[in-house]
Structures are given as structure tokens and as C-alpha cells.
């Protein structure tokens, strides 16, 4: 059974998608937030994205664009559904990276072979699905279907914050982190919120299980005055 994600801040769209969609026998997950249909693509790798523009936060045109740059879902396609139809709004989806545009409201039979096509054009060899359930960094290995990681320390579970946590640095290896800039990509706080506290605990946690000595880190570096980094 093929697996959709429908992300929608409307809460009554999403879910009438859902049942909608069910009918047709496919798999449906829901998000209402651009950060958390982030959270769930990377933990399941859906078949498909159904992506709404207008979000609060991360908007829809945001999320193609991680979506096409993150090492695990850049194959994943996406057809935006959103009340932004007009063909400048159209371009700029399509130049984000998205696979097919349909504005609302929406007839559901057209939308229903809209994505059976797109599937239809969407081949993923056995190959390539093997791979995409693994971010790798030098000797660390995230496996994203069972939420470990393997090191040369061994393997570990992880709790799905950690796993966030992780995914993020991981996908962004060399990119350095603020405190702040991760509480808004992997907390979804809104700016200006939250306590570094947080961060720095869940740091802690993660350098515990995958350092050789966490005292002395060689993968999660902190870089006095900025931030955290996951050396490549």
C-alpha cells in the first residue's frame, strides 16, 4: 500500500483528505505544520507529499525546498494543493521543486489522478530504497527506519527527539547551529522562544550514546560562541 503525507495547517482539510484518500486504499498520515510534516516524512518516507503553501512558520514552498536538499527524501515527489493559484504562485512552486500544482477548491476525482500519475511516474528501485534508509557521516550511521544509530561505540536506540536532533545535524554536516535556530528546526518553537537548556541537554544525551568520550566529542562539536556542528 502506497503511503501519502498530506501536511495542512487546516485541521479539517487535512483530515478529510485523509478519509478521502483511504477510500482510494492508500496510506495516509496527517501534519499540520511544516516542521512536524518534516518530522514524520524523515521517520517514514512517504510515497508521495501533499503540500498546502499557506502555513504559519515554515511555509509549503520552504518545505519543497528542504525536501529536494535532504538526502533521504529528495526523490520523494510533491504536488502542492493550496488556495494560491494563481501562475505566478504556480512557478514558484514548481521552481521549489514541486511535481505537480492544483489549487483549491479542488475537484476530488481530478486530485485523486493527479496523484495516481505522479506515483505511476515515480519509480524507486529496490536499490535506491535501501539507501534512502540511511544517512551516513563518515563513521556514523543513522538508520531511519529503526531509529538507531551505529557508530564505532556500537548501536543505539534513539528517542524520536534525538532522532530529530540528529537527523538535523547530520543531513546539515558542517553547517553550524545556534541554540536558537534549533529550537525553531527541530522543536518547531517560534523565534525568541524556548531555553537553550534544552538544547544543551539533548547535546548531552546524544553524545552519550554515539562518542567514543563524550567529554572529549569528535562527531556533535560545540563552536565556542556559535553553536553545535556534526563534523563531516
Known sequence: ????????????????LQRALKLYEYQVMV?????????????????LLVLD???????GYQVCRQVRGDPLLKDVPILFLTAKSKDEDK????????????????NMQELQLRIRAILRRSVT???ETQNSNQVRVGDVVLDTRGFK???????????????????HLMSNAGQV???QQLLQDVWDYPRDTGSPELVRAHIKNLRDKIEP????????????????????
Not at 499540520?32 to 518530522?39: D, F, I, K
Not at 512557478?91 to 511535481?99: L, N, P, S, T
Open 91 to 106: 512557478i514558484e512552486g514548481f521552481r521549489a521543486g514541486g511535481d505537480d500544482y492544483l489549487g483549491k477548491p479542488f
Open 125 to 127: 528501485f529496490e536499490e
Open 149 to 167: 544509530v551505529t557508530t564505532p561505540v556500537g548501536t543505539s536506540l534513539l528517542t524520536n527527539v534525538q532522532f530529530d536532533l540528529l537527523y
Open 1 to 16: 500500500m502506497q503511503t501519502i503525507l498530506v501536511i495542512d495547517d487546516d485541521e479539517l482539510v487535512s483530515r478529510t
Open 53 to 59: 503553501v499557506v502555513m504559519p512558520g515554515t511555509d
Open 213 to 232: 568520550e563524550p567529554r572529549r566529542p569528535e562527531f556533535i562539536r560545540t563552536i565556542q560562541g556559535h553553536g553545535y556542528t556534526f563534523v563531516p
Open 177 to 179: 547551529f545556534t541554540s
Open 31 to 47: 501534519a499540520n505544520s511544516g516542521t512536524e510534516g518534516l518530522h514524520i516524512a524523515r521517520r517514514h518516507r512517504p510515497d
